[in-house]
């Protein structure tokens, strides 16, 4: 049985800090995918996964995957209050096109 | 208009009634899930449909059901609906392998008295 495990769950940040959260998951999967969701909004991709070494960046995220660790990073560079939200870490349960496996969600709240 | 639409969008009910929630897609994909989301529990997985004649139990079915009515419309159903199922539910879409995320409706809260 897959499991998705994110830390940490809360992270409370200042701006401009440097920060990462991680993703593990339990067994093989070359696929995985990043989600942000604002409170009471629906879930927004980020990300997308294919490959082991692959890494994608968009303004101050960057994700990368290691498949033969399982585990994924979100770094975020020089924190911004608009980034004050919930993302979530997603993983194939059992190969392309299956359904997700979702994280518990890491809760990023970005101050002054 | 949304690619995803779910109706209702808030539903407060009673212990023991039967509750209908819908989704309809306007992207054309084939895949089709529900998702059940608590505070601090993250997107639980409650069904997902590959097509029209696949349906599939995800991590948490007990008590609820689905019907995929064609391509683009997938309903959710609780027969008796208890307090515990008081959360947020999202409907997502999903290619055939998933090289694009999944791209999830507005979500429905449902509130359970």
């Known amino acids: 049985e897959l499991k998705v495990e994110q830390n940490p769950l809360f992270l409370s940040m200042q701006e401009g800090k440097n920060y990462t959260i991680y993703c593990n998951y339990s067994?093989?999967?070359?696929?995985l995918y990043w989600y942000r969701q604002d409170p009471g909004k629906s879930l927004e991709s980020l990300f997308v996964?294919?490959?082991?070494?692959a890494v994608k960046q968009e303004g101050r995220l960057m994700a990368s995957l290691d498949t033969k660790a399982r585990l994924s990073t979100l770094h975020i560079t020089a924190a911004v209050h608009d980034l004050s939200a919930t993302y979530f870490c997603?993983?194939?349960?059992?190969?392309?096109?299956?359904?997700?496996?979702f994280g518990k969600g890491t809760t990023l709240s970005v101050s002054s | 208009d949304a690619d995803v639409t779910q109706t209702p969008r808030n539903r407060i009910t009673k212990t023991g009634k039967r509750i209908m929630l819908e989704c309809s897609q306007t992207?054309?994909?084939?895949?089709m899930y529900w998702y059940r989301q608590d505070p601090g529990l993250g997107l639980q997985l409650i069904y997902y449909?590959?097509?029209?004649?696949?349906?599939n139990k995800g991590e948490i079915s007990d008590g609820y059901s689905v019907s995929r009515q064609a391509q683009a419309k997938f309903s959710l159903s609780l027969e008796s609906a208890i307090p515990n199922q008081t959360a947020l539910y999202f409907c997502?879409?999903?290619?055939?392998?998933?090289?694009?995320?999944?791209?999830f409706g507005d979500g429905t809260r449902l509130s359970i008295l």
């Open positions: 996964l294919l490959s082991n070494g």
């Open positions: 997603a993983v194939d349960s059992g190969g392309a096109g299956t359904a997700l496996i």
């Open positions: 992207k054309g994909h084939d895949r």
């Open positions: 997502a879409t999903s290619d055939f392998l998933q090289i694009q995320p999944q791209h």
């Open positions: 449909s590959f097509d029209v004649k696949d349906i």
């Open positions: 067994t093989t999967s070359d696929r």
